[in-house]
T-cell receptor, first 112, second 115 residues
């Protein structure tokens, strides 16, 4: 059975800090790994990673995948209070249904 | 691009009522739509996968007769919670995917409260 483990489960930082969120996984047939940000409503898409070692970047957020060691990290630099959210890591293990297996998420709180 | 609209955003109703939730992909055709349920401070739990024109595939433990899914077109899927009871109160979220190389995009969710 596919498995996604995120750490830490929660994190409190001050504005301006840099944070690294971790996601490790077990999978029989890897297709892609995705990161989402969830505030009060439903998740919004951040990154989709399919290849090892290629960093994806969007503003202050970046993410990278290591398919050999089976993990991914999400970095946020110069954090702002608006970054406060639950960050979800999800695994797409292929098959005909493209369904995702989600981790429990990391609750990030950025204090002013 | 890739906007998914979910309606209604909030429903409060009496026990025994059936509730229908709509999920629409606004600017793309969704080959597959997904329905999730999320309890407070928990992650998303997949309930069912829906393909246009065919029967939904339900996850283990999800009652097909309780949670009716209809995917009548490439842009619309509906979830009907039949004879809802307080234990069905939850946050229901849909997502849609255009093809296997694209990420799932989520609707804003429906908060269902059964009194």
């Amino acid at each position: 059975e596919d498995k996604v483990v995120q750490s830490p489960l929660s994190l409190v930082v001050h504005e301006g800090d840099t944070v690294t969120l971790n996601c490790s996984y077990e999978v029989t047939n890897f297709r892609s790994l995705l990161w989402y940000k969830q505030e009060k409503k439903a998740p919004t898409f951040l990154f989709m990673l399919t290849s090892s070692g290629i960093e994806k970047k969007s503003g202050r957020l970046s993410s990278i995948l290591d398919k050999k060691e089976l993990f991914s990290i999400l970095n946020i630099t110069a954090t702002q209070t608006g970054d406060s959210a639950v960050y979800l890591c999800a695994l797409n293990s292929g098959g005909s249904n493209y369904k995702l297996t989600f981790g429990k998420g990391t609750l990030l709180t950025v204090n002013p | 691009g890739a906007v998914v609209s979910q309606h209604p955003s909030w429903v409060i109703c009496k026990s025994g009522t059936s509730v229908k939730i709509e999920c629409r992909s606004l600017d793309f055709q969704a080959t597959t739509m997904f329905w999730y349920r999320q309890f407070p401070k928990q992650s998303l739990m997949l309930m069912a996968t829906s393909n246009e024109g065919s029967k939904a595939t339900y996850e283990q433990g999800v009652e097909k007769d309780k949670f009716l899914i209809n995917h009548a077109s490439l842009t619309l899927s509906t979830l009907t919670v039949t004879s809802a009871h307080p234990e069905d109160s939850s946050f229901y979220i849909c997502s849609a995917i255009e093809d296997s190389n694209q990420p799932q995009h989520f609707g804003d969710g429906t908060r269902l409260s059964i009194l």
